[in-house]
T-cell receptor
Framework: KNQVEQSPQSLIILEGKNCTLQ??????????LRWYKQDTGRGPVSLTI?????NTKSNGRYTATLDADTKQSSLHITASQLSDSASYIC?????????????FGDGTTLTVKP | DVKVTQSSRYLVKRTGEKVFLECVQD?????MFWYRQDPGLGLRLIYF???????EKGDIPEGYSVSREKKERFSLILESASTNQTSMYLC????????????FGNGTRLTVT
């Protein structure tokens, strides 16, 4: 059974600090992995996508990494801001899978405090 | 920017009522989806549609049906609402391309009493 596990479940950090969120998956064969950010009361918004051949990809202060051999991804947030407080969801798609039928993680809730 | 609009942010219905959740997207996307989001369970796919009048069951279709009469509109129907259908419902759309992202609406929080 395809699974996506995220850790930690929740995280509290001080503004300006860095943090790293983890995503482990068992989806096979792998096609891509996407990180979404979900603000409270809003729908998720895509931050970045990682395909099999990519190891690192940045989007501003967000940097995603992928190790396809160990089936692990991380999302690193640099110099956190209050607006980074949100849930971060890891979504993994298998080959031939429509993204809507991808496997979703339960998310990591990040709280950034002043 | 893609806009996915869900008709209601909050909805309170009684057990046994028929409930309609509406979703409209403005980017001519082929694919549309309905999910429910519950604490500790993440997003779970209820139904999706590849094209007008086409639908496929997701992981948890029991108790739900859908309608897609026009490309831009995808409706989720709870034939007889039950308390275990109290949840956040999210609609999404995407173009029919492998690596394209899902675009979500802001959700409808449904409470069934």
């Amino acid at each position: 059974k395809n699974q996506v596990e995220q850790s930690p479940q929740s995280l509290i950090i001080l503004e300006g600090k860095n943090c790293t969120l983890q995503c482990n998956y068992t989806v096979s064969p792998f096609s891509n992995l996407r990180w979404y950010k979900q603000d409270t009361g809003r729908g998720p918004v895509s931050l970045t996508i990682m395909t099999f051949s990519e190891n690192t990809k940045s989007n501003g202060r967000y940097t995603a990494t992928l190790d396809a051999d160990t089936k692990q991804s991380s999302l690193h947030i640099t110099a956190s801001q209050l607006s980074d407080s949100a849930s971060y969801i890891c979504v993994v798609s298998g080959v031939g899978t429509n993204a809507g039928k991808s496997t979703f993680g339960d998310g990591t809730t990040l709280t950034v405090k002043p | 920017d893609v806009k996915v609009t869900q008709s209601s942010r909050y909805l309170v219905k009684r057990t046994g009522e028929k409930v309609f959740l509406e979703c409209v997207q403005d980017m001519d996307h082929e694919n549309m989806f309905w999910y429910r989001q519950d604490p500790g369970l993440g997003l779970r796919l209820i139904y999706f549609s590849y094209d007008v009048k086409m639908k496929e069951k997701g992981d948890i279709p029991e108790g739900y049906s859908v309608s897609r009469e026009k490309k831009e509109r995808f409706s989720l129907i709870l034939e007889s609402a039950s308390t275990n259908q109290t949840s956040m419902y999210l609609c999404a759309s995407k173009v029919y391309r492998v690596n394209s992202p899902l675009h979500f609406g802001n959700g409808t929080r449904l409470t069934v009493t």
